[in-house]
């Protein structure tokens, strides 16, 4: 079973992979994110956790964003959520009672996707994905041990279909012949109502251990989203944009590694019940500020 404390423990064990990072001192408690408008020009929000907890928004996020858009603020989503394409991914939060415009989102599997290389990808991914947005030369690794075997590259997009058994399998193909492998999801788990699931990237390290010349991140706290988001927002220094985000080595320590500000959120996310000081102390992140939610 996941808790807080032994993602976090994860999180520190394989943080030889993450971006390198100038300690921030201390943490500053703010009640709104309304409090810091005249530092930030644009703010940043990671989802699952800050803007909503699986499939339900968390009260009041969709007034705040509205609020910020009012004071002149720029808004940006970035989730690690590689389970949609473009399109799914800005239903879903229109779903959810967002009022988020197309150029708001961005995500880590287009991170991903603008690295694929030429070859015949095997591509680990939800049933109801359609993968429409990938090159034609595609299977679906399931259940099948040859197809582990015939393909050139592995893209890990969704735990949502992933088993032990599949694992064993991508392992196994891995040991016969090491392919890179991309891990469009570089999370290790995302809150739900009730606990914690296990996401791509959770898997990819574990792989990782084993192969580390062959695995490679997308999404936070890799570089790659980063640009996607600085390329977008061309005239804004970085020191005027504010990541928000639930997880320490995600969301904060990406966006400090490129000289933004961040907001630790901790009511709804990885450190729901928690006093994250200690954890901060622990590894060594804290945010510039802190609240409970956004």
Same mark, same amino acid.
């Given at each position: ?36 408008? =005249? ?16 499939? *339900? ?21 970035? *989730?690690? $959520? ?13 779903? &959810?009672?967002? !009022?988020?415009? /197309? ?9 991903? @996707?603008?690295?694929? #290389? ?14 429409? /947005? ?24 969704? !735990? ?15 040991? /016969? ?12 788990? $995302? ?72 907001? &630790?959120?901790?009511? =709804? ?13 622990? #590894?060594? @992140?804290?945010? /510039?500020?802190? @609240?409970?939610?956004?």
């Amino acid at each position: 079973m996941l808790t807080t404390k032994s993602i976090f423990n994860r999180y520190e064990e394989v943080s030889g992979r993450f971006p390198s990072v100038a300690a921030q001192p201390e943490t500053i408690d703010i009640n709104s994110l309304l409090d810091i408008t =005249d530092d930030v020009d644009v703010f940043v929000f990671d989802a699952f956790g800050v803007l909503n907890v699986g499939e *339900t928004i968390i009260p009041g996020a969709d007034r705040r964003l509205d609020q910020l858009r009012e004071r002149g603020c720029e808004i940006r989503i970035l *989730t690690n $959520a590689a389970s949609y394409n473009r399109a799914g991914a800005i239903d879903k939060f229109k779903r &959810l009672g967002l !009022t988020v415009a /197309d150029n708001e989102i961005v995500t880590s599997r287009e991170a991903a @996707l603008l690295h694929l #290389s030429d070859g015949h990808w095997g591509v680990i991914a939800a049933a109801s994905d359609s993968l429409s /947005d990938l090159p034609a030369s595609t299977s679906r690794l399931e259940d099948v041990p040859k197809i582990y075997n015939s393909v050139d590259h592995f893209l890990f997009l969704s !735990t949502a279909e992933w088993t032990t058994a599949r694992q064993d399998l991508l392992t196994a193909a891995m040991n /016969d012949r090491p392919r890179p492998l991309l891990i469009g999801n570089a999370d290790l788990a $995302a809150p739900r109502g009730g606990g914690f699931s296990i996401e791509p990237g959770h898997y990819g390290h574990l792989l990782a251990d084993k192969f580390p010349e062959h695995v490679r991140f997308f999404g936070k706290p890799f570089p790659e989203v980063y640009d996607l988001i600085e390329n977008s927002l061309p005239d804004v220094p970085s020191y005027r944009v504010a990541m928000c985000g639930d997880t320490l080595h995600t969301d904060i320590l990406g966006a400090a590694a490129r000289g933004w500000r961040t907001v &630790l959120v901790t009511q =709804d996310g990885l450190f729901t019940g928690h006093d994250t000081y200690e954890f901060s102390k622990k #590894s060594n @992140l804290f945010a /510039d500020w802190r @609240l409970g939610r956004i």
